[in-house]
């Protein structure tokens, strides 16, 4: 965890076990800043505000399938 970040704004590793994305119904990733929930599938985008996911198709952004390769990165 990056120091000065306040723990209850983190999103819990078991918590995301749990997302998928509110489109396709397909597992989410963490992005590698930890700023974002990815669903390849449906190649976009969810913010992470305050540790919160907001999985609104409303909040999401597009993403192209060159940034989902960079923004998931060392991820499974």
């Known amino acids: 965890m990056p120091s000065g970040v306040d723990p209850r704004h983190v999103l819990d590793v078991r918590t995301l076990e749990m997302l998928v994305c509110p489109l396709t119904k397909t597992r ?14 449906a190649r976009l985008a969810f913010p992470i505000n305050k540790g919160v996911p907001l999985l609104s ?18 991820q499974n």
């Open 28 to 41: 989410l990733i963490l992005s590698g800043d930890h700023t974002e929930l990815i669903s390849v599938a």
């Open 57 to 74: 198709l409303d909040e999401a952004r597009s993403v192209e399938p060159d940034e989902i390769k960079t923004l998931t990165r060392g």
